[in-house]
């Protein structure tokens, strides 16, 4: 019988993190979080070895959030940030969105539920599906706030992209209109070319720390 997904992600992740603290500088956040990804998973091969590269993905995308949350909200501050990792969310949540059922829940929002001013969609690795997931969800966020007379949203794309054809789709991301701005973990290992319309993570927090102080 496999381990349910519950079972496995914060014993899992909160194991990693004692054994790799937060950094003092934030331009080690990068790495940090590969770090902690890295061993989340190695941590959890060893334990559940009967845990089905399905059940890994969607591991992931939780340490993934975990990671981004305890990172980022030391830089922009704590009651600045909502991250939502796990199932049981719904965007009918923020002020504003109550009607909507067709919209996913966002990863992490910036400031909360009554003052909406920011989204980051995270992908630790980005099919071609998951593109089509972030576009939507960009748009029709725009859309809503734009037919409902709402404050302006900015919505980012955070990822860690590298499997092969990483490239064709990071360039076809950057051009998404609906999209304030694309951000790769590992920035350095990015072209020449790429690094002038990708941002890294530092980048993204900046971002974040200046659409939030208004």
């Not at 845990?51 to 981004?68: A, H, K, P, T």
């Not at 490239?167 to 290992?189: C, K």
Request: net charge negative; proline share 5%; hydrophobic share 35%.
């Amino acid at each position: 019988m496999s381990t349910p997904i519950s079972n496995i992600i914060m014993p899992v992740y909160e194991e990693v993190i004692r054994n790799n603290p937060l950094p003092e500088n934030q331009n080690q956040y990068s790495q940090h979080i590969v770090t902690v990804m890295t061993e989340c998973e190695s941590e959890a091969r060893r334990q559940f070895r009967n845990l089905s590269q399905n059940q890994l993905g969607r591991c992931n995308g939780d340490w993934f959030e975990l990671i981004v949350r305890d990172t980022a909200t030391n830089v922009v501050g704590n009651d600045n940030l909502m991250v939502f990792p796990g199932r049981g969310h719904h965007i009918n949540e923020i002020q504003g969105f109550e009607q909507v059922n067709w919209i996913p829940q966002p990863d992490v929002i910036g400031r909360n539920l009554q003052d909406f001013r920011a989204v980051v969609s995270l992908k630790w690795g980005m099919r071609h599906d998951r593109m089509y997931e972030v576009g939507y969800e960009a748009y029709a966020i725009k859309d809503w706030v734009l037919r409902n007379n709402l404050p302006e949203v900015q919505v980012y794309l955070l990822t860690n992209d590298e499997f092969s054809g990483r490239d064709a789709r990071l360039n076809i991301m950057s051009q998404v209109p609906a999209l304030d701005g694309v951000f790769h973990i590992q920035h350095n290992n990015l072209t020449n070319e790429l690094q002038q319309v990708i941002g890294s993570y530092p980048d993204l927090l900046n971002h974040l720390t200046n659409t939030l102080s208004n």
